[in-house]
């Protein structure tokens, strides 16, 4: 079974245009994804995507602090 | 890079100040603020970038907000609707299709996202509990918003589109300011 990074890790492949960084590359845990040049557009789409795979209801507000990978992912394992 | 260095040009033009007096520190939420010499000045700026565009809002009084984006086809924008926007927004976008969607929607984006950065709150302020003024929706370039939940502030909206971008500016024209 995949972990949670794993999976966070192929969202962001899949979904987000970070600079410096192509698919497939290990996450950079302390990185904001909004330092990383990600568009407000994409943050949106992100934390919908989130929600869907995971199963999870992250409201807007907590999605906010949540915008690096390290923190989404405990919050994710917090929650599973 | 060049956004900032005009920023300062512009701010120390506006302000009557030397590159070297300027300086900026953060209010909660990472909203930055001038100061001059060390202390607070009381100017709105703000800053948007999308692709290699950038637009940059200066404002004599009070808060202010801009935000910039790239007309790009997306696949999920029925996701990022569904997210963002109101009932009324919905269903004005719902009775559009193909350019026009296109451009509504990012109207309608522009001048939500100008709002929340003019707040200084950032993405922490779910933007789908307000709706753009009905006018602007329906093709005015200009109106009034009122978010009661937030604040007295009335909010001037402008719309500033063409075929390839969208941009909104968010200025505050009365209430209180914190």
């Given at each position: 079974?995949?972990?949670?990074?794993?999976?966070?890790?192929?969202?962001?492949?899949?979904?987000?245009?970070?600079?410096?960084?192509?698919?497939?590359?290990?996450?950079?845990?302390?990185?904001?994804?909004?330092?990383?040049?990600?568009?407000?557009?994409?943050?949106?789409?992100?934390?919908?995507?989130?929600?869907?795979?995971?199963?999870?209801?992250?409201?807007?507000?907590?999605?906010?602090?949540?915008?690096?990978?390290?923190?989404?992912?405990?919050?994710?394992?917090?929650?599973? | 890079m060049l956004c900032r260095a005009a920023l300062r040009s512009l701010l120390c033009a506006h302000l009557?100040c030397a590159n070297?007096q300027l300086s900026f520190g953060a209010?909660?939420?990472?909203k930055p603020f001038a100061l001059v010499?060390?202390?607070?000045v009381?100017v709105g700026f703000n800053v948007s970038h999308?692709?290699?565009h950038g637009l940059i809002a200066v404002a004599?009084?009070?808060?202010v907000g801009i935000?910039l984006?790239?007309?790009?086809?997306?696949?999920?924008?029925?996701?990022?609707?569904?997210?963002?926007?109101?009932?009324?927004?919905?269903?004005?976008?719902?009775?559009?299709?193909?350019?026009?969607?296109?451009?509504?929607?990012?109207?309608?984006?522009?001048?939500?996202?100008?709002?929340?950065k003019?707040?200084?709150?950032?993405?922490?302020?779910?933007?789908?509990?307000?709706?753009?003024?009905?006018?602007?929706?329906?093709?005015?370039?200009?109106?009034?918003?009122?978010?009661?939940?937030?604040?007295?502030?009335?909010?001037?909206?402008?719309?500033?589109?063409?075929?390839?971008?969208?941009?909104?500016l968010?200025?505050?024209?009365?209430?209180?300011?914190?």
């Amino acid at each position: 079974m995949s972990t949670t990074e794993e999976r966070v890790r192929a969202l962001v492949d899949a979904n987000l245009d970070i600079e410096g960084r192509t698919a497939g590359q290990p996450l950079t845990l302390d990185l904001s994804i909004v330092d990383a040049g990600v568009s407000s557009t994409d943050v949106v789409a992100f934390w919908k995507v989130v929600c869907e795979e995971f199963g999870v209801d992250i409201s807007a507000e907590e999605f906010a602090e949540l915008l690096t990978p390290g923190d989404l992912i405990a919050h994710l394992d917090a929650a599973g | 890079m060049l956004c900032r260095a005009a920023l300062r040009s512009l701010l120390c033009a506006h302000l009557d100040c030397a590159n070297a007096q300027l300086s900026f520190g953060a209010a909660e939420g990472g909203k930055p603020f001038a100061l001059v010499d060390g202390r607070p000045v009381d100017v709105g700026f703000n800053v948007s970038h999308s692709g290699r565009h950038g637009l940059i809002a200066v404002a004599p009084t009070g808060r202010v907000g801009i935000d910039l984006e790239e007309h790009v086809t997306r696949g999920d924008f029925d996701r990022l609707i569904e997210a963002v926007f109101g009932p009324d927004e919905q269903a004005d976008l719902a009775a559009v299709a193909g350019d026009d969607r296109i451009r509504l929607f990012y109207r309608l984006w522009t001048l939500k996202e100008a709002v929340a950065k003019a707040l200084g709150t950032g993405l922490s302020f779910d933007v789908s509990h307000f709706q753009i003024p009905e006018a602007i929706r329906s093709g005015e370039s200009r109106g009034v918003l009122w978010i009661p939940q937030i604040s007295e502030a009335r909010w001037q909206l402008t719309a500033i589109d063409d075929r390839g971008f969208a941009a909104a500016l968010a200025q505050e024209i009365s209430g209180t300011s914190h």
